[in-house]
């Protein structure tokens, strides 16, 4: 017990999100104690060192500081070591990762993040504009003093099929129809969802390919969706079209993609994710002409961050007033995968 006579609030949370939000914490309930993970591996409880099966914390901070560094291992060991906890606050958008299972049957509510949704969708939006406008024929048109009028495709009038509503694909289907597209929506059920014009099931997926002008890829990797794009999804585009992956590598037959792209089916891809990671440079992606391709970083703005640290102090205060906890997802959908 503290001296408020409230139980404290172990937090177990990596050294560099401490150091951003720590105070800002404190300020929220004085009962907030912070377990902090040290890019070495180290667990501190008030500077000393603790062994990882005495740190017992009451709820567990997974930012993007731990997810995306070594550090993932100590933290991981840790939690999983103690008793269960009441709340797991994770960075991530996704939780397909099986270690997630191993992190769910060790807590009561589990909290993913929103926060990637702004950042990807505006990669999506670039990366899809880049490739309907001419720019690199205009720069080099510049470049040679030339006084030349090119053509270029317009986001406006172009049909948009987003496989999967959630957050992200969500915001990126709001940001298409800004710009005037029709979107189709794909999710488990077909009911309304923002950022869709219309909704259908994967059932209806194949139907909806031949008129679809933009793809994305925005759904989690599971059973149901590995190798989603494989060699017929492929036979059925437009020839115009466009496949956008920012979701998960393995949604994707490399192989058979490869092969549809040499047959300008899709005319591009723009990739930011790969079954290996990072991409062997033996891979035929890297100089292949019609795909565009980035090191898996469509989420890496300082806006993520922002947000992120903004997520876990509200859902912090959540936490210590017994509130309804934001982005919470069922436990037993975590399980199932």
């Not at 997630?100 to 949704?117: G, L, M, Q, R």
């Not at 298409?176 to 077909?190: E, L």
């Not at 309304?192 to 909704?199: K, L, Q």
Request: net charge negative.
């Amino acid at each position: 017990m503290s001296e408020t006579g409230e139980e404290i609030m172990r937090v177990l949370m990596g050294e560099t999100a401490f150091e951003r939000v720590g105070e800002r914490a404190k300020k929220i309930t004085a009962d907030f104690t912070p377990l902090i993970v040290t890019p070495e591996g180290d667990i501190l409880d008030a500077g000393k060192t603790l062994a990882k099966g005495d740190a017992k914390p009451d709820a567990a901070w997974l930012s993007t500081d731990i997810l995306m560094t070594k550090s993932i291992f100590p933290f991981v060991e840790t939690l999983l070591a103690g008793e269960k906890l009441k709340w797991v606050q994770s960075g991530a958008a996704g939780f397909d990762h099986p270690i997630f299972k191993d992190i769910a049957k060790k807590t009561e509510a589990f909290c993913n993040s929103n926060a990637h949704s702004i950042p990807i969708a505006e990669y999506v939006m670039a990366s899809v504009m880049a490739e309907l406008q001419p720019i690199a024929e205009r720069r080099a048109a510049q470049a040679e003093k030339k006084w030349q009028r090119l053509g270029f495709r317009t986001v406006w009038g172009t049909n948009w099929l987003v496989i999967g509503l959630g957050n992200i694909g969500s915001t990126i289907g709001a940001r298409a129809q800004g710009f005037g597209a029709h979107v189709t929506g794909v999710r488990r059920t077909a009911k309304p969802s923002p950022g869709a014009d219309e909704v259908i099931t994967p059932a209806e997926v194949n139907e909806a390919l031949g008129k679809t002008d933009v793809i994305v890829l925005a759904c989690p990797l599971g059973e149901t969706t590995r190798h989603l794009v494989n060699a017929d999804f492929l036979s059925r585009l437009k020839e115009d079209a466009i496949l956008v992956n920012i979701g998960r590598g393995g949604l994707v037959d490399e192989a058979a993609l490869l092969k549809g792209l040499d047959e300008a089916k899709p005319a591009a891809a723009l990739l930011d994710v790969f079954e290996t990671e990072p991409l062997p440079a033996e891979s035929a992606f890297w100089a292949h002409p019609r795909v565009r391709l980035t090191a898996h970083c469509a989420a890496w703005s300082p806006v993520s961050e922002i947000q992120n640290d903004t997520l876990f102090l509200d859902n912090l205060a959540r936490f210590a007033k017994g509130e309804t906890l934001q982005q919470e997802v069922p436990i037993a959908q975590i399980l199932e995968g």
